[in-house]
């Protein structure tokens, strides 16, 4: 069955660094575009960003444009999240999420991982 | 502030129907997207609950459906148990933002 795990979390200060990775099972991970979603504390869910199956094209929130870089590893069938000048405002819980269909931008997300926590504080 | 609007909380007896409502725009839900659903347990993952306006995955129950008109959708339970306590959210694409966007959020309580 999908697995989608994340790791890389952690306590950073504020203009810190961290990268995430979410390592994913059950499924042909380079035929699959990929999404990282975060939640706040207490808070909702947001869209960060957005990976084709093929590396190719890539979408950020606004929130993050300039300061996130999403990437991925096909042969290693791991997905990343590299993220620079952390804010406050950007601790959350971090999932990564695949889409449906194989080749597709895929306009929702069918399997989600369990999330990593990343705390900015001084 | 989401992109889509959802009531912060609705409730229910056991048994009763209820719906939560998303109000998007003309550039989302008014655009012709999907609008997809997922449920929130208490300490856990979001899963997929309905895509493709109303389409169950395999495993959800035929009480849960959706429907959508014009720049909003519903989604509604029908039979309310009590492990039907949970976050709900609405997510949909916007193509003036160019991004995937999700509503704030509905808590479900269970009477």
């Known amino acids: 069955q999908v697995q989608l795990v994340e790791s890389g979390g952690g306590v950073v200060q504020p203009g810190g660094s961290l990268r995430l990775s979410c390592a994913a099972s059950?499924?042909?991970?380079?035929?699959?575009?990929m999404h990282w979603v975060r939640q706040a504390p207490g808070k909702g869910l947001e869209w960060v960003a957005f990976i084709r199956y093929d590396a190719t094209n890539k979408y950020y929130a606004e929130s993050v444009k300039g300061r996130f870089t999403i990437s991925r590893d096909n042969s290693k069938n791991t997905l990343y999240l590299q993220m620079n000048s952390l804010r406050t405002e950007d601790t959350a819980l971090y999932y990564c999420?695949?889409?449906?269909?194989?080749?597709?931008?895929?306009?929702?997300?069918?399997?989600w991982g369990q999330g990593t926590l990343v705390t900015v504080s001084s | 502030q989401s992109v889509l609007t959802q009531p912060p909380s609705v409730s229910g007896a056991p048994g009763q129907r209820v719906t939560i409502s998303c109000t998007g725009s003309s550039s989302d839900i008014g655009a012709g997207y999907d609008v997809h659903w997922y449920q929130q347990l208490p300490g856990t993952a979001p899963k997929l609950l309905l895509h493709g306006d109303n389409n169950r995955p395999s495993g959800v129950p035929d009480r849960f459906s959706g429907s959508k008109s014009g720049t909003s959708a519903s989604l509604a339970i029908t039979g309310l148990q009590a492990e039907d306590e949970a976050d709900y959210y609405c997510?949909?694409?916007?193509?003036?933002?160019?991004?995937?966007?999700f509503g704030g959020g509905t808590k479900l309580t269970v009477l």
């Open positions: 999420a695949k889409v449906p269909y194989p080749y597709s931008s895929g306009w929702y997300f069918d399997n």
């Open positions: 059950g499924f042909t991970f380079s035929s699959n575009a």
């Open positions: 997510q949909s694409y916007d193509n003036s933002l160019s991004t995937w966007v």
